[in-house]
């Protein structure tokens, strides 16, 4: 075989790696957020579909709530997430259980965690990169930041105690009932974020803590956080 030739092979097999290395590029960088658009904005809709389709319930005060297993259905939106410091149009789907079907769609509800706005701690998990990039701006939160959900009846403002701590993947305590290393001292109605890091890679995880600061029924109007 003469030098030209393998040269001419060469060259084309870095041609062909290289393409294959663009497109799949671009489908992390693009298809899986064209991908991810379409299933969140999907699952947000299914859920006003629900809460319009009779009048809201009153919301359920805290003491009146038994420690019964959860309603939540496997895989299936129950909460829409917004963070104002991420942006006005910011708002994903909280989907029950993080497997990666699920965090697809949406923000995941760790199973083994609280109920949405109930005592314990609520815990979510989203993607940094891919789907959407929903957690794309973790580092930017900061103590005092608001994350606001709804379950179609209530809203429920939590409010960041601190900037999100690095830890690596099996630290599961940071997402128990009073959290470690959370500075929480006791019971209380909490809020875990989870998320990999570094941006494009998945060696650590990084987790911002937050408290229920305020509820108020959906009725009422968007609470404050979402109206500046």
């Not at 697809?104 to 815990?123: C, D, E, I, P």
Request: glycine share 10%; net charge neutral; proline share 8%.
């Amino acid at each position: 075989m003469s030098v030209r030739l393998v040269v001419r092979t060469f060259s084309e097999l870095c041609i062909t790696v290289g393409t294959l290395i663009v497109l799949f590029v671009a489908y992390v960088l693009f298809w899986t957020g064209i991908k991810a658009g379409g299933a969140t904005d999907g699952q947000i809709d299914r859920l006003q579909d629900e809460w319009s389709q009779g009048p809201f319930a009153a919301p359920v005060p805290e003491r009146t709530v038994p420690s019964a297993p959860k309603a939540y259905e496997d895989g299936k939106p129950f909460a829409v997430m917004y963070i104002p410091r991420f942006g006005g149009s910011w708002d994903w789907p909280v989907l029950e259980g993080t497997r990666a079907g699920t965090l697809k769609k949406g923000l995941g509800h760790y199973a083994s965690t609280a109920v949405l706005g109930r005592s314990g701690n609520f815990s979510v998990a989203g993607h940094r990169r891919t789907y959407g990039d929903p957690f794309k701006d973790f580092p930017k939160l900061r103590a005092g930041d608001a994350v606001v959900l709804t379950d179609g009846t209530t809203w429920f403002t939590y409010r960041i105690e601190k900037e999100p701590y690095r830890t690596v993947p099996s630290d599961i305590g940071v997402i128990d009932p009073v959290p470690r290393r959370s500075g929480f001292d006791g019971p209380g109605r909490y809020l875990t974020l989870t998320t990999c890091d570094p941006e494009w890679g998945s060696s650590h995880r990084l987790i911002a803590w937050a408290h229920l600061d305020a509820t108020q029924p959906v009725t009422d109007g968007k609470p404050e956080a979402l109206r500046s």
